[in-house]
């Protein structure tokens, strides 16, 4: 693996079906802290609900911790597509 390119992750219909629901407010893997969840960027009527972030304030980054409201952290797989 290179650590040039464009990062990617990627998820199973059936690993995200599997995995443990989201709660909210989320405990930080991080700092094991809690952080409300906050849903991606509002798109049309109404808040997407398809990707949850938390944003830590202990290191100020934010994270991706859900994908329809399940847990997704320590499951999928990602790496890096070269660019051309
Ligand atoms: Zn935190």
């Known amino acids: 693996m290179t650590d040039k390119g464009t990062p990617y992750m990627s998820f199973g219909n059936d690993e995200i079906n599997s995995a443990p629901d989201l709660t909210d407010p989320v405990q930080c893997h991080v700092c094991k802290g809690h952080h409300p969840a906050q849903p991606s960027e509002t798109r049309g009527d109404g808040p997407a609900t398809v990707l949850q972030f938390i944003a830590c304030d202990k290191t100020g980054k934010t994270y991706l911790v859900g994908i329809n409201g399940k847990d997704i952290r320590g499951r999928g797989s990602g790496g ?4 051309e």
Do not use: A, S
């Open 80 to 83: 890096t597509v070269p660019d």
